[in-house]
């Protein structure tokens, strides 16, 4: 059975830290790319990073880059989003999704909301990370 399971999330103060999992089973990681998402009450479901599972290259949403870092064990099959410097405007559900790659990371994952969501074939039922204020 493919599964994707998060893990992690919590309340946490603004400029905290939190580091959330993703471990898959049912299935290798091989050829796949994993994406992390967050959507927020009232708001549409946005892509925040990937990462190849070929290659290790990854994508960071603007919003996010050079405060979040994603990395992944391949032996534990397990991907980690490690957020630091945490905003109130970061909390929100948080999910990961499986895509076999037909591109590039860069290619797949810019601009990952509405439609584009649709090629994430496998995804997890989500963590909440919540950051006051």
């Known amino acids: 059975q493919v599964q994707l399971v998060e893990s992690g999330g919590g309340l946490v103060q603004a400029g905290g830290s939190l580091r959330l999992s993703c471990a898959a089973s049912g299935f290798t990681l091989d050829g796949y790319i994993i994406g992390w998402f967050r959507q927020a009450p009232g708001k549409e479901r946005e892509g925040v990073s990937c990462?190849?599972?070929?290659?290790?290259?990854?994508y960071y949403a603007d919003s996010v880059k050079g405060r979040f870092t994603i990395s992944r064990d391949d032996a534990k099959k397990t991907v980690y989003l490690q957020m630091d410097s945490l905003k109130p405007e970061d909390t929100a559900g948080y999910y990961c999704a499986a895509v076999l790659a037909f591109s590039s990371v860069q290619a797949m994952c810019v601009n990952l909301t509405g439609s584009r969501l649709q090629m994430f074939g496998f995804w997890g039922q989500g963590t909440q990370v919540t950051v006051s204020s």
């Open positions: 990462i190849s599972s070929s290659d290790g290259s990854t």
